[in-house]
């Protein structure tokens, strides 16, 4: 099964759509305008139920099928939110919000999952129901954990969920996931210390907050290099150090932040304990006064195999299953798709956004080369799960 003919004739209007939301980004859970854009589609396709307000602003839509015999519900996820980045592509759609863009591919994710519903409640060539799920908050809100605690899987019984995101460098066409972690656990650390400030020229009577955190910085990536196995993945990284306001002082306070990664639960908790034994005796030995914020975030995308396989499938009935990674290496980066998949079984399958800007740069643009392959794909998913 090639590209949807159907789909494809939507094109246009599926392109007009995503610029649209690409226009009017929106973060977090702040996403009124494209809900509200996201339920009157959904209606005006003639969607059997539109549910709003889940998980806050999130949108709920019920499409079933000629036929209920099997009693089969499948879930599919788009997210909905951008980020505050300010937008230098250029493009005639660009974001005519100063600070806000879609840099993720969100516009591109919703638009997507809109032509499948349209065309799904149009043909609903399937034996069960489709929940089509577009979720707000992606971008750090974990939006996915609070449709779920709304609800989600339990009040339209969702019994599978497929997630999908648009990949720079991977060829449009193409398709990649693996069965197990495919995504990382992301955590986060904020590390405030307390020295005694003074003048800069009599350094022997402060305790150097700056000293203090450069110690720290050099300890904490010794946590990746000298005590986790090098087949093992973790990173650590130091994003941010603040401290000081003037040329000669010595400053007070001194304050490090960053991010942890890992694709194993036990690889969590060694790296937080190891955080925490370094700062625990890094205060003494320097004098000063150390405390850790350690925040854990999203759990690790781990995919189901027997629907990572089903996944893997569905995408090479669409592009040929040469075009499909299914053993594709694991991303550091995050998603809160996790939570889904946590709640049910599911995959999360990348599709090729081509040659363009990477993921969070401010010149990324989503490729609507893309989007009959992806609305294809989430159709494929729904009437191969529920064959009529």
């Given amino acids: 099964m090639p590209i949807v003919n159907r789909l494809a004739e939507f094109h246009d209007d599926i392109v007009a759509w995503r610029r649209d939301l690409h226009r009017h980004p929106e973060v977090l859970y702040e996403v009124q ?18 549910t709003t307000g889940i998980g806050r602003t999130g949108v709920v839509g019920v499409i079933r099928g000629r036929k209920s015999a099997s009693g089969k519900v499948v879930g599919l996820r788009a997210d909905m939110d951008a980020l505050p980045l300010r937008e230098i592509t250029g493009k ?33 060539n399937f034996d069960g129901t489709v929940v089509v799920i577009f979720q707000p908050a992606e971008e ?36 990649a996931t693996r069965p197990g972690p495919l995504m990382a656990a992301t955590d986060e650390f904020t590390i405030d210390i307390t020295g005694h400030g003074g003048h800069a020229a009599r350094p022997h009577g402060t305790i150097d907050p700056i000293i203090v955190g450069a110690g720290i910085v050099q ?11 090098p087949i093992e993945s973790a990173v650590v990284s130091v994003t941010k150090f603040h401290a000081g306001e003037a040329y000669n002082i010595i400053a007070q306070t001194a304050q490090l932040a960053g991010t942890v990664r890992t694709l194993k639960a036990e690889m969590r908790d060694h790296v937080e304990g190891r955080f925490r034994a370094i700062i625990d005796n890094l205060g003494p030995a320097f004098g000063a006064k150390i405390s ?16 990572t396989a089903f996944a893997a499938r569905a995408a090479g009935d669409i592009v040929g299953i040469a075009a499909v990674d299914s053993d594709a290496p694991p991303v550091m980066g995050g998603e809160d798709f996790s939570y889904m998949l946590e709640a049910r079984p599911g995959a999360f399958i990348f599709i090729g956004n081509g040659d363009s800007a990477g993921l969070h740069n401010p010149a990324y643009d989503f490729n609507d080369d893309v989007i009959p392959i992806g609305c294809s794909y989430w159709a494929r998913i729904v009437e191969t799960a529920m064959p009529a």
């Avoid at 305008?33 to 539109?50: M, P």
């Avoid at 750090?140 to 990949?167: C, F, P, T």
């Avoid at 850790?292 to 629907?307: A, I, S």
Wanted: net charge positive.
């Fill in 219 to 229: 300890a904490l990536q010794t946590i990746v290099s000298r005590s986790v196995d």
């Fill in 292 to 307: 850790l914020r350690y925040k854990r975030n999203y759990p690790v995308t781990r995919n189901h195999p027997e629907q």
């Fill in 33 to 50: 305008r494209t809900a509200a854009t996201v339920a009157d589609k959904l209606r005006s396709f003639g969607v059997d139920e539109v």
């Fill in 140 to 175: 750090g809100g974990a939006g996915g954990k609070a449709m779920i605690a709304d609800g989600l899987m339990d009040r339209w019984n969702i019994q599978e969920v497929y997630g999908m995101h648009n990949m720079p460098g991977l060829a449009v066409g193409s398709f």
């Fill in 92 to 124: 005639p759609w660009a974001s005519t919000i100063d600070g806000r863009m879609h840099a993720c591919g969100h516009d591109g994710h919703t638009a997507m999952l809109l032509g499948a519903a349209r065309y799904l409640a149009e043909t609903r």
